[in-house]
């Protein structure tokens, strides 16, 4: 290890590293608030592509901006560069000179970024970059975001009128005042279910405006005489002019628009952390680490996620087991008993039957990062470099990696380090909950799983492998997609009628009798190995049928080639979820 012959030089040398990386953030905070700002105009313009192509964008700019960081210090730093004395130093400058800045937390998120990459750090290492379980966002945050409240002086509707028209657009309002009775219709419904008559007091909106895909939101909260409601308004910019599209006033409500299912919001926020309290506060069952993600701050999400396991690993005994349902053969998975989510890494070897490589697996989950997720695609957080205590493993668990993760997990002492692996929330696979649901909810699961298909569909994603273990069940009862190894666009597949048999012998034939090529599907056959008793099939059938005739699929990537845009909603399922063209 290099030392510094002159502790004032070495002192500068690290003074000025920290103050390189606190420069290189803040270029990349503000390449990312400007992607996001692009919003509101995109918005007004309809430009759909554009909104996608600023998802992907910025999506990218936190690895090219730590990758470019990491080469100018190794360039300024010279054979120094790895030098864990000198980064300690500057680890302590770095924490002193962000204390003033807006979410510090952030800050020591990249500098750890650069330090592990820089390093090859496995596990973590606490000289050299800020340990996440001391790493709390919302520590310190003594001041509420940025929000507008809109008073009740004697009128509902004049106040709905004054919040709507806060709104700024260069798109005229369609039908203004139609927007207005919606509001209000809704608002009304909800307070007449919740059998409460005590007026409204106002209602307080975060000041910037949420953006996500195709629609603007105004995100916050109605105060009444002892009670407060989440809300969350939906608008919409058709041919005509804007329209209020939804109104959503419960929890489970929003907190489906909040989804880790969708894609990030695009908003511009001054101090994230901020916005991250007022959410919690309406979504109180959201955890901390879902609610950075999908403001766009996906870093600073898995950051929070790591602090979150390992904080639950500190205060239980909770072992890692076999996850539930079937056995993967592309992922071995487990997952934590008492803990909201599952561990995935890719087997070294696949069976034949699987005709796909490692490179082409992590390629599928890097797409469906930057995809629109639609509501039914699961966010999955790729991890490197991890390492837990061995004793929290299961006999099975440990065996299964070790056996058939040799390339990605080894055992050292007493840790297992699992060099790459992905983390999801957990979810209840479709065919168990099949097993032990109520009839009812089976005949909901099963109209929710062909509405995943279709809407997948629509965002140009073909599932590839339908079979029931590959879709779970949420909380709120929405059925999700979450295995990725042959998933693929829709456009790049030949969606063909089965041949017609030339013979008695063809049709008895165990293979087939016609020639099939890799990216042909036959969606006729799909209802075939589902494994729905006769009623759950006659179910599916009268929901989804058109989803089996390939001449469904063809029509849709004639509309994807074309360049429409089909609309998939994050609205709850109580309102009527339509697939329509923009």
């Not at 953006?211 to 603007?216: D, E, F, L, S």
Request: glycine letters at 6%.
């Amino acid at each position: 290890m290099a030392t510094a012959e002159n502790p004032a030089d070495d002192t500068a040398l690290a003074q000025q590293c920290a103050g390189a990386v606190i420069d290189a953030f803040a270029r990349y905070n503000a390449d990312f608030r400007a992607v996001t700002r692009r919003a509101p105009e995109r918005f007004d313009s309809r430009d759909w592509p554009g909104v996608q192509a600023d998802v992907v964008e910025r999506l990218d700019l936190y690895t090219q901006s730590v990758n470019s960081t990491m080469e100018a210090l190794v360039r300024l730093l010279g054979p120094r560069a790895r030098d864990a004395v000198l980064w300690r130093n500057a680890k302590e400058h770095f924490a002193a000179g962000i204390q003033s800045l807006p979410d510090p937390e952030f800050l020591k998120t990249f500098f750890s970024s650069i330090t592990r990459r820089l390093f090859g750090t496995i596990g973590v290492d606490a000289d050299i970059e800020f340990i996440a379980l001391d790493l709390d966002p919302l520590r310190g945050v003594d001041r509420q975001v940025d929000t507008i409240i809109y008073e009740n002086r004697g009128s509902l509707e004049l106040l709905v009128e004054e919040m709507l028209g806060g709104f700024r657009s260069r798109t005229p309002w369609r039908d203004f005042d139609g927007s207005v009775e919606h509001v209000l219709t809704d608002l009304f419904l909800c307070l007449q279910r919740m059998g409460e008559k005590r007026p409204v007091r106002a209602i307080e909106l975060i000041r910037p405006v949420f953006y996500q895909m195709t629609r603007a939101y105004l995100v916050g909260r109605i105060h009444g005489e002892g009670y407060t409601l989440p809300m969350a308004i939906a608008i919409r910019n058709g041919r005509r002019g804007i329209l209020v599209d939804a109104v959503m006033l419960r929890e489970t409500d929003v907190s489906i628009l909040f989804s880790y299912t969708r894609s990030y919001f695009h908003v511009d926020l001054e101090r994230v952390a901020e916005a991250v309290v007022f959410l919690r506060a309406i979504m109180p069952r959201k955890p901390v680490s879902e609610l950075f993600t999908v403001l766009g701050r996906a870093k600073q999400g898995k950051t929070e996620r790591f602090r979150e396991i390992f904080r639950h690993l500190e205060d239980t005994d909770d072992r890692f087991v076999v996850a539930p349902g079937d056995k993967g053969l592309v992922m071995a998975c487990f997952t934590l008993s008492d803990f909201d989510v599952v561990f995935k890494v890719i087997r070294d070897h696949f069976p034949e039957v699987k005709n796909v490589r490692r490179e082409e697996v992590m390629a599928k989950y890097d797409l469906v990062f930057k995809h629109d997720r639609a509501g039914r695609l699961v966010d999955a957080q790729e991890f490197k470099r991890m390492r837990f205590p061995r004793e929290r493993f299961s006999p099975e668990v440990l065996a299964e990696l070790l056996g058939e993760c040799a390339m990605t997990v080894q055992l050292e002492g007493d840790y297992v380090t699992v060099n790459h692996m992905y983390i999801e929330r957990k979810m209840t696979p479709l065919n168990l909950f099949l097993r032990s649901a109520t009839r009812e909810q089976c005949e909901q699961a099963v109209i929710e799983y062909g509405q995943a298909i279709r809407e997948l569909a629509y965002t140009n994603i073909f599932a590839g492998d339908l079979l029931l273990k590959n879709f779970g069940v949420t909380r709120n009862g929405r059925v999700i997609f979450y295995d990725y190894d042959e998933l693929c666009r829709v456009t790049d597949c030949r969606f063909r009628d089965v041949p017609e048999a030339e013979s008695y012998e063809d049709e008895m034939r165990a293979e087939s009798w016609f020639y099939i090529a890799e990216n042909d599907v036959f969606p006729e056959t799909f209802i075939n190995f589902l494994g729905f008793d006769p009623h759950l099939k006659q179910v599916f059938l009268e929901a989804h049928g058109d989803i089996l005739e390939a001449d469904w699929w063809r029509q849709l990537q004639e509309r994807i080639t074309k360049g429409e845009v089909v609309e998939v909603l994050p609205y709850h399922s109580h309102r009527v979820r339509v697939a329509s063209s923009l």
